[in-house]
């Protein structure tokens, strides 16, 4: 059964670094689109970046400059370094991956069970 399992959340000061992880335990065929979104109270989840199986990224206006995302395919994992961070950041980060179980099937989005990221002013 394919799962993905987060790390990396916390509580950081207001102009900390914390960085995310997201590994996609078990056997997969492909993995495409890779991303992380957030969801604070009372608001809608949330794109905040997400990368292509080419590479190809894309930000959120409020987390660019700040917010890094990238990939390592061997690991079959996803990252968000997230630096400077401000209080608006804190919320549950959710990992977001495109996979395919097999050759016969198509891609399937899988969610994270989500991890807290908590910047205090």
């Known amino acids: 059964q394919v799962q993905l399992v987060e790390s990396g959340g916390g509580l950081v000061q207001a102009g900390g670094s914390l960085r995310l992880s997201c590994v996609v335990s078990?056997?997969?065929?492909?993995?495409?689109?890779m991303g992380w979104y957030r969801q604070a109270p009372g608001k809608q989840r949330e794109l905040v970046a997400a990368?292509?199986?080419?590479?190809?990224?894309n930000y959120a206006d409020s987390v660019k400059g700040r917010f890094s995302i990238s990939r390592d395919n061997a690991k079959n994992t996803v990252y968000l370094q997230m630096n400077n961070l401000k209080a608006e950041d804190t919320a549950v980060y959710y990992c977001?991956?495109?996979?395919?179980?097999?050759?016969?099937?198509?891609?399937?989005?899988?969610w994270g069970q989500g991890t807290q990221v908590t910047v205090s002013s």
């Open positions: 990368i292509t199986s080419g590479g190809s990224t």
């Open positions: 977001n991956v495109d996979v395919r179980a097999n050759f016969y099937s198509g891609y399937v989005g899988l």
């Open positions: 078990g056997s997969v065929f492909r993995i495409n689109t």
